[in-house]
T-cell receptor, first 117, second 114 residues
Framework: DARVTQTPRHKVTEMGQEVTMRCQPILGHNTVFWYRQTMMQGLELLAYFRNRAPLDDSGMPKDRFSAEMPDATLATLKIQPSEPRDSAVYFC???????????????FGPGTRLTVL | SQQGEEDPQALSIQEGENATMNCSYKTSINNLQWYRQNSGRGLVHLILIRSNEREKHSGRLRVTLDTSKKSSSLLITASRAADTASYFCATDAYSGGSNYKLTFGKGTLLTVNP
C-alpha cells in the first residue's frame, strides 16, 4: 500500500533554531507539494515541484523557508531561523500530473506538527 | 482569497441522517475534488469530478457540480459516527505557463453523533 511518508511526525524547537522536514513521495509520482495548515489560515500551499523542478514557491516566506528535491525520493522543507508563528502542521503530498498541467488526485502524508517556542 | 469555500463551516447530525456540504468557487475549473481529514491526520482524497460532469457517485458519496453557478455539493448518505471529520473541496487554479495548482477551502467540520 503506497503512501507518502514524512519525518519527523512531531518537532518542538526553540525560536531561532533550524528545522528540517523530510518527505518521501509515492514512487512514480512526478509532483510534490508542501502545505502548511493552521486554524486561522487553513491549508496553504507553500511550494510544489514537478519532475524535481520547483514550479511555484510563491506561498513560502523566502527569507527563512527553502524547499528542495535532492532526488526523486526525497523532498525537504527547511526553516531557518524558525519563529513561533511558524508553528503549524506541515503536510507533504504527491501526485501524478499529465503534460496538460491539470492537477489530479493528491496523496497526503501524515504531516509534521511543528511547535516553535 | 480562497478559490473554494465550503458551507456550512460546521454541521452536526445524528447517525443515519444524510449530510450535505456545499462548495462555491470563483473562477473556471478543470476539475473539483473533495477530501476528508480526520483529526490529527493528513487529507484523504474522496472523489474527483471533472468540469464536463454533473454528478458522480462513490459508495455513500454523491457529488454534484454546477459550473454555471460555480458550485458543488457533497452528500453523504446514511452517515456513521466514523464519518466525523473535516471535509474540503479543492479546485484547480491556473498558476502560469501550463501549470495548475489545487486550492483548498477551509473545510466543513462534520460531527455525526451516535
Amino acid at each position: 500500500d503506497a503512501r507518502v511518508t514524512q519525518t519527523p511526525r512531531h518537532k518542538v524547537t526553540e525560536m531561532g533554531q533550524e528545522v528540517t522536514m523530510r518527505c518521501q513521495p509515492i514512487l512514480g509520482h512526478n509532483t510534490v507539494f508542501w502545505y502548511r495548515q493552521t486554524m486561522m489560515q487553513g491549508l496553504e500551499l507553500l511550494a510544489y515541484f514537478r519532475n524535481r523542478a520547483p514550479l511555484d514557491d510563491s506561498g513560502m516566506p523566502k527569507d527563512r523557508f527553502s524547499a528542495e528535491m535532492p532526488d526523486a525520493t526525497l523532498a525537504t522543507l527547511k526553516i531557518q531561523p524558525s519563529e513561533p508563528r511558524d508553528s503549524a502542521v506541515y503536510f507533504c503530498a504527491s501526485g501524478f500530473t499529465y503534460t496538460s498541467g491539470i492537477e489530479n488526485t493528491q496523496y497526503f502524508g501524515p504531516g509534521t506538527r511543528l511547535t516553535v517556542l | 482569497s480562497q478559490q473554494g469555500e465550503e458551507d456550512p463551516q460546521a454541521l452536526s447530525i445524528q447517525e443515519g441522517e444524510n449530510a450535505t456540504m456545499n462548495c462555491s468557487y470563483k473562477t473556471s475549473i478543470n476539475n473539483l475534488q473533495w477530501y476528508r481529514q480526520n483529526s490529527g491526520r493528513g487529507l484523504v482524497h474522496l472523489i474527483l469530478i471533472r468540469s464536463n460532469e454533473r454528478e458522480k457517485h462513490s459508495g455513500r458519496l454523491r457529488v454534484t457540480l454546477d459550473t454555471s453557478k460555480k458550485s458543488s455539493s457533497l452528500l453523504i448518505t446514511a452517515s456513521r459516527a466514523a464519518d466525523t471529520a473535516s471535509y474540503f473541496c479543492a479546485t484547480d487554479a491556473y498558476s502560469g505557463g501550463s501549470n495548475y495548482k489545487l486550492t483548498f477551502g477551509k473545510g466543513t467540520l462534520l460531527t455525526v453523533n451516535p
